[in-house]
């Protein structure tokens, strides 16, 4: 599964496993970013496990 979205500044990328962050939409910008912040160690958040 593969969809996007427009936003105010850029648009929202989304596969089966992870949610980007990109300015043209463009799935071949996904493929070299990074993670902005430190990696969620696993946790529950109301009800959901999060890794």
Known sequence: MKEWFKY???YV???SENIYLTGSGNW???KN???KTRKVSKKIIEGVQVC
């Open 33 to 35: 970013l990074e993670e």
């Open 8 to 10: 105010e500044l850029g």
């Open 28 to 30: 071949s910008e996904t």
């Open 13 to 15: 990328n989304i596969d």
